[in-house]
């Protein structure tokens, strides 16, 4: 039997190659491959590391490649009176099937394997992730003998070539056009429309092309293979019945009646399973990730996922729905039980929608949807609900969804990262839920916390405080079922084993004093152990029982995870300024409404007030932005909060983007009382000197257009070296602060330095760089001169380099006021703050050398010109946040959620190399297969091949 089959199929591919009809669809189908990938979807423009391009037209081309392929293999047949003679041997009507089909299928495997000089190359220019590529072909393969075997079946009924092609061409696009978003948003959504998106080849090609390898689609393409080579097997066999063979054809319709019904049935009953896949892409985007099932194990209550979405809505959503209940099955089931889910439509149920707009706000969005001869706008629901206990969370399409503009003018949309989403949505109600005992419960070890304190020297005040610390911590304990506890340390007892020096040693905590001249002071600091690492707590004034209790929990949330953290946020006033000489009105563009929303997404944010000399004590992370005018009581709670292990991140520039009102324009201002001394005493330096880049973002200019003799302004991209586009090849990718960024775009930009000696046993990172085409000047004036200077607006320097922008330290520090009189001292007498000395391992400091790059006025300019592209940096700025808070769990998640990945820049040169080279060798490649299939069968004859069809009976 194989050798038959491999008999047939060596006699089809010779027949083949025996004339010029492989070479001619070969060669087209690889030239139309390339000519769509580089011109059609302009790759180069794109300048992203993907395949996508590649497999979007796929679907079409292959229906028109089988469709002329399989045309010829029963009608010639038929048409030169061999059918009857290949009938006649002893080979079964199965095995002559399978021997066209394998040679269709040894073609077309051909044919995409001369297209793979592709993703070699962008393998070459960026970083592919060769997951989506390997699902690519293996969808190409499965619904290319889909189309053969509808190719097959159809030669099979006629002995005129030309029906064949064009019937095989038209039954297949009906197969691709039946799951498109025209024809399902045409029959209105619901069962009908899932129905026809599980019936389209092109709906569940998307699937696998993406790296997602679903049994469900692998069950659907070999049922429809099997179902028409079944057709073709009875289509065959049907030429050689007689009158007399009644019971043998009635034998054979049924079974093969059985076979197709059992595949029929068989794709209905895998349907609802969505959890039996496999995820080819190197970062498991679409597989639930070990942090979100974590996260499942700590919910003590029910926890609800529902999604409001309508049945009938705009066509580009349509497609997201199935996504959408896929992956919240995926929830339901990995939640072992904890998480209930669902998809409902509350426009076909009153009740559903009172629910959604009386108590959780959720309201309809108008959209509209345009065709050729009209236009309608109606309201849809696309709103996801996550409740836990009395807390809840509303994701809006806007938040789970993105547009992407595709080359030929069309929109695209398409999820972000949904799992991403809804994990830290999950955080966000189990955090706001979460009593004391919940908290203690998701403790990886116990804690302890001790209070030390030198109960002879302590002030009245404090005394109170003490026994409110100890009535509260002792309550906790109680409960804790030996998760936490509790102990008080005298450090002034000749007999504790922890002295005043010992504090000052290991911890670098000073005592309060309380008088000026330090003569008298006490310790009442708290400390919570957990294993090798130490969190440091001292009341400031007067606490009260609730006070206490905040601290001790807040304490308690970052020695776990799960918890949503609190980000303090500072930035400067926005009066305005006076230019010192000129005496212009200079007015600060600055504002932080966009980072302070990124980061609400995942934390709690609140403005600091560093005027008090400390920072809050439930604050995790603190973010200061734009640093200037800064008193030393500022500096003082920047430092302290450092030295208690915390982690500071910190937007320092020398200058500031401000508007001139005289010049009309934009402008910069040196800036004073910054944290200049403060960071060189980290071992980091901002020099006043601004960065500039020939690889840079664009800046809009106002330019005049000659137009039929009227002058017309129009504002044009320009190249503008002030915005430093950093590539991947200026990133630390390694870091997961940026393993998943495409680009960066510092604006305004200082270089960073890291002092090697001051950072000795200090773990730091140079996150940021400049190309290699960068320079520095102090030149304040940021107006560019095309006329001048037309590739740049500005004079380029001799000696150019690439600049640190953004680096990250984590180790000990040491106190700036260490040596520094303490400047709480003197205006807190009655209650004053000890300092302390040097910080834990723990801590953490990010500096950066611009702080306009995450600007409300830059993030909208960049928006206006360039896209989408202005959420890199505020993607990066969470990133930021998330690895000083340590919260690397959700960075994770967001790092396998993007695909999104830069090609190296190309000239026009380069790109044209490349297009060429690809041509080159599909077309070397496919001549020299040509004639080595040509070299081999010269000499035979294809009927000489049918001895060796019958010669196994």
Do not use: C
């Amino acid at each position: 039997m194989k050798r038959q089959i491999l008999a047939i199929t060596h006699k089809e591919l010779s027949s083949y190659f025996g004339s010029l009809l492989a070479l001619i669809f070969l060669g087209t189908f690889v030239a139309a491959v390339l000519f769509i990938f580089f011109q059609v979807e302009t790759f180069f423009a794109r300048g992203v590391a993907e395949t996508r391009p590649l497999f979007r037209w796929m679907p079409i081309l292959l229906i028109f490649l089988l469709a002329a392929l399989t045309m010829r293999q029963w009608s010639e047949e038929q048409r030169a009176g061999t059918q009857e003679l290949l009938l006649t041997l002893p080979v079964s009507p199965l095995n002559l099937v399978l021997g066209k089909f394998l040679a269709v299928m040894a073609l077309i495997s051909l044919a995409l394997a001369l297209t793979l000089p592709l993703p070699v190359t962008v393998g070459v220019l960026g970083r592919l992730d060769w997951g989506p590529v390997l699902g690519g072909y293996l969808a190409a393969l499965l619904m290319a003998a889909a189309y053969a075997a509808i190719g097959l079946f159809v030669s099979s009924r006629t002995d005129n070539q030309i029906v064949a092609l064009i019937v095989t061409a038209l039954l297949g696009g009906a197969f691709y056009l039946v799951g498109t978003r025209s024809v399902t948003d045409f029959v209105g959504g619901g069962a009908w429309s899932e129905l026809l998106w599980a019936l389209g080849t092109g709906s569940r090609f998307e699937s696998i092309q993406r790296g997602v390898v679903d049994l469900r689609d692998l069950v659907y393409y070999l049922s429809l293979t099997g179902v028409f080579l079944a057709l073709n097997t009875v289509s065959l066999d049907s030429v050689r019945w007689s009158r007399q063979q009644q019971a043998y054809r009635q034998r054979l319709l049924l079974t093969t009646g059985l076979i197709v019904g059992n595949l029929l049935l068989l794709n209905v009953w895998l349907h609802p399973l969505s959890g039996l896949r496999w995820d080819l892409t190197a970062q498991k985007e679409y597989s639930l990730s070990s942090t979100t099932k974590d996260l499942f194990a700590s919910l003590q209550e029910p926890l609800v996922i529902r999604a409001y979405i309508s049945e009938k809505t705009h066509p580009l959503l349509a497609p997201l729905i199935p996504q959408v209940r896929d992956m919240l099955r995926e929830y339901e089931i990995a939640s072992d039980g904890r998480i209930t889910a669902s998809v409902v439509d509350p426009i076909s149920d009153p009740e559903i929608e009172v629910e959604a707009n009386q108590n959780y706000g959720i309201r309809p969005m108008a959209l509209q949807s345009s065709g050729q001869y009209e236009a309608s706008v109606f309201n849809a629901y696309f709103d996801i609900l996550i409740r836990y206990g009395d807390q809840s969370v509303i994701l809006n399409f806007q938040d789970v969804a993105q547009f992407d503009l595709l080359p030929d003018g069309t929109t695209e949309v398409r999820l972000k990262n949904l799992e991403y989403d809804l994990t830290s949505g999950i955080k966000k109600v189990v955090y706001g839920f979460q009593s004391i005992d919940a908290v203690l419960a998701a403790l990886p070890e116990p804690v302890e916390l001790t209070l030390y304190v030198t109960p002879a020297t302590l002030p009245e005040w404090m005394v109170a405080t003490q026994a409110t610390i100890t009535n509260v911590a002792n309550e906790i304990a109680a409960n804790a079922a030996g998760k936490f506890t509790f102990a008080v340390v005298d450090v002034d007892d000749p007999n504790s084993p922890v002295t005043r020096q010992t504090l000052q040693e290991t911890y670098g905590l000073q005592p309060f004093a309380l008088d000026l001249f330090g003569t008298t002071s006490y310790y009442a600091h708290m400390i919570l152990r957990s294993g090798d690492t130490g969190q440091v707590m001292y009341p400031s004034g007067e606490q009260t029982e609730g006070d206490v209790r905040a601290m001790i929990e807040s304490s308690l949330k970052r020695t776990t995870t799960g918890f949503l953290k609190v980000a303090g946020l500072w930035a400067p006033p926005t009066d305005a300024l006076t230019d010192p000489v000129l005496g212009d009105v200079l007015q600060p563009l600055a504002s932080y409404q966009s980072i302070a929303a990124q980061l609400q997404q995942e934390y709690t944010v609140r403005g600091v007030d560093l005027s008090t000399g400390q920072v809050a004590a439930d604050v995790d992370v603190l973010v200061v932005i734009e640093p200037l005018g800064l008193t030393e009581k500022e500096l003082f709670a920047i430092d302290q909060f450092l030295m208690r292990g915390g982690a500071v991140i910190i937007a320092a520039s020398n200058y500031r983007l401000v508007y001139d009102q005289y010049q009309d324009a934009l402008a910069v201002t040196p800036v004073s009382g910054g944290v200049g001394d403060l960071l060189a005493h980290y071992g980091v330096s901002v020099p006043a000197e601004l960065v500039m880049d020939e690889q840079n973002a664009v800046f809009p200019v106002a330019v005049m257009r000659n137009v039929g003799g009227i002058q017309v302004q129009e504002i044009q991209a320009a190249n503008y070296p002030f915005f430093v586009d950093v590539r991947q090849s200026g990133m630390d990718t390694e870091n997961p602060m940026l393993g998943n960024l495409p680009m960066v775009t510092m604006s305004y930009a200082s270089p960073v330095y890291l002092d090697e000696a001051k950072n000795a046993g200090r773990e730091t990172a140079v996150l940021l760089q400049s190309s290699n085409n960068s320079w520095t000047t102090t030149n304040e004036n940021v107006q560019p001169n095309y006329d001048l200077y037309p590739n740049l607006g500005f004079p380029t320097a001799a000696d150019k380099q690439s600049y640190p922008l953004a680096v990250a330290i984590q180790g000990s520090f040491d106190s700036y006021f260490q040596e520094r009189a303490n400047p709480l001292l003197a205006e807190a007498a009655a209650q004053p703050v000890g300092v302390i000395d040097f910080s834990p391992e723990s801590a953490r400091l990010i500096v950066l050398g611009s702080s306009a790059f995450a600007d409300d006025f830059t993030l909208n300019l960049s928006a206006r010109l360039s896209g989408d592209l202005y959420l890199n940096n505020l993607q990066f700025f969470q990133n930021m946040v998330d690895w000083a808070a340590e919260d690397l769990d959700l960075l994770a998640i967001r790092a396998r959620g993007s695909a999104s990945r830069v090609l190296q820049p190309l000239t026009v040169p380069q790109q044209s190399f490349w297009k060429i080279a690809n041509y080159g060798v599909a077309l070397a490649a496919l001549i020299i297969v040509y004639f080595a299939w040509r070299a081999r069968i010269r000499g035979e004859r294809p009927l000489a091949l049918l001895p060796a069809v019958g010669g196994e009976r």
